[in-house]
């Protein structure tokens, strides 16, 4: 994968978003694929023995088979997929997805906008969007509506791809352009499914852009582009992936544990999004630095998945 082109460059500065075709082939993502297919077989079956769901789906496809659990016994669906978020959606921390967050192909393109010193930032996500399950369409929002205020002005780049093709159909992304150099918009606790939510008398004028990405490709948003995601009207599971990453010189907790979170610190130490544990993934002048392997990177994501330190709290209630 090559860098991106000055083109590109230029769209992704004017529009605050831009859609990358082919960064991954298909057998990239089979072992992802795979890793969720083995917690849902495991999950479904234990379900089945404890005579929660009668049919484990067993052969199913990777596209349709939490659909169908879920068509059955939405309770069930919803225990497994908490099986693959974890406590609070960044649980997983398996081989597979490790080799999507370091693919030197996709760190390539992330390098053109970061700089070589690149951290894998703390708020990643597996998103099952499961036909007429409500908590899959996310409301509108910037990803800095979840971040500390102090992080508000430093890039944070998310990179969203699905794990099947994204269509406008199944719910892919839509996203408000050319907002992202304005200031983070009003966002509320206890939007629909839950999420944080800009109401519509915050939104910016303008019109969205529906963003569907086929399989392989990815979408990049800066984290203060207005972004939601829609229904999902067809059969098919759009599950998705979102990494962020921003570059090292922003705060972050890497090579901090979870038990020496220090919430009186000055604000600028503090990471952008304490809760969950940053990386780095490449770092040519300090190679040592570098998450290496897989082992490595569960064991710290795991440890913060045991302790959650303090998250930013900085919005009032829908309707306050
Ligand atoms: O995948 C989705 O439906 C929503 C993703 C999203 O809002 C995000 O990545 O910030």
Known sequence: MNKLSADQLSFFDREGYLMVPDVFCFEDLVPLREEIEAIIDIEAQRLHVSGKL?????????????????NEKPEAAAK??????????????????FSLITHPGLLTVI???LGPEIVGSSVYR?????PGMPSGVVPWHQDSGYFHKHCDHEMI???????????????????????????????????????????????????????????????????????????????????????RYQSADIPNNVGELPEQ??????????????????FVVRNPKDPSSEVK???????????????????????????S
Not at 126 to 130: A, D, E, L, S, T
Not at 261 to 278: G, L
């Open 157 to 243: 780049l998310t990179c969203w791809f699905p794990l099947v093709d994204a269509t406008e159909e199944n719910g892919c992304l839509q996203v408000f352009p050319r907002t992202h150099q304005a200031e983070i918009f009003r966002h509320h606790t206890g939007g629909p499914g839950g999420y944080l939510v800009i109401t519509e008398d915050d939104m910016p004028e303008g019109e969205a852009v529906t963003v569907p990405v086929p399989l392989g490709g990815i979408l990049l948003m800066t984290n203060r582009t207005p972004h939601c995601s829609t229904e999902n009207l067809t059969d098919v599971v759009r599950w998705s992936v979102d990494l």
């Open 80 to 97: 497994i997929i908490q099986a693959i978020t974890g406590r609070a959606g960044g649980g997983h921390s398996g081989e597979g997805l």
């Open 54 to 70: 009668n049919d484990t789906h067993a052969g199913a496809s990777f596209e349709h088979r939490i659909g169908l659990i879920y």
């Open 111 to 113: 390098e053109s906008i």
């Open 293 to 319: 392997n897989w082992e490595a990177f569960n064991e710290i994501r795991q440890a913060y998945e045991a302790i959650r330190p303090l998250g930013p709290s900085r919005w009032e209630a829908v309707g």
């Open 126 to 130: 597996i998103r099952p969007k499961v």
């Open 261 to 278: 979170f220090d919430p009186d610190k000055s604000p600028y130490e503090i990471a952008c999004y304490p809760p969950e544990a940053d």
